[in-house]
């Protein structure tokens, strides 16, 4: 049932078409000057579907962790208990997926979190070669204001970032 309904959510180019096609309610955004905030005074303020989630209270009850080589099109994420291939959508390589899989499993296992009062915080570690820390933490930055994932989730999960420069 859930992959009818998916289906053409992912299609679409609305932010917010997948939320709304699988029951979940769209929070509200808050927009600045300067673009999307993740400021945490901005984030603890926040409502998540007329609960108050205060993010710095939440306790880490499970804590996960994945590492991402390579890109989208030909890349590998491994996990404790992951290890997948990456191919381009609709390449049908047998044995691998692709992000939007990998989201939308994930997005479907999380959207009934509001009837067990939990929330979700992620913590980015990015590790990059060849590059110094200003380019980085701006590719960090616009990759963050691109990401449809990032979009998707955008008021739902506070994430933080931080970046380093591997020898």
Not at 4 to 10: D, I, N, S
Not at 60 to 72: C, D, L, M, Q
Not at 130 to 149: N, W
């Amino acid at each position: 049932m859930f992959s009818r309904t998916l289906a053409p959510a992912l299609r679409q180019s609305s932010r917010a078409a997948l939320p709304r096609a699988i029951g979940c309610r769209q929070p509200q955004r808050f927009i600045t000057s300067d673009g999307a905030s993740d400021e945490p005074q901005k984030r603890t303020s926040y409502k998540r579907q007329n609960q108050g989630f205060n993010y710095r209270e939440v306790s880490t009850i499970h804590s996960a962790r994945a590492k991402v080589t390579g890109g989208r099109a030909a890349g590998h994420v491994e996990g404790e208990n992951l290890k997948v291939d990456l191919a381009m959508p609709g390449t049908g390589e047998a044995g691998k997926t692709n992000p939007e899989e990998l989201f939308a499993a994930g997005f479907a296992a999380c959207c009934d979190l509001e009837k067990v009062n939990l929330a979700l915080k992620a913590e980015m570690h990015v590790k990059a070669r060849g590059v110094d820390k200003e380019t980085m933490d701006k590719l960090i930055s616009q990759a963050r204001l691109r990401c449809p994932y990032s979009k998707l989730t955008f008021k739902m999960v506070w994430v933080t970032y931080t970046s380093e420069i591997m020898e």
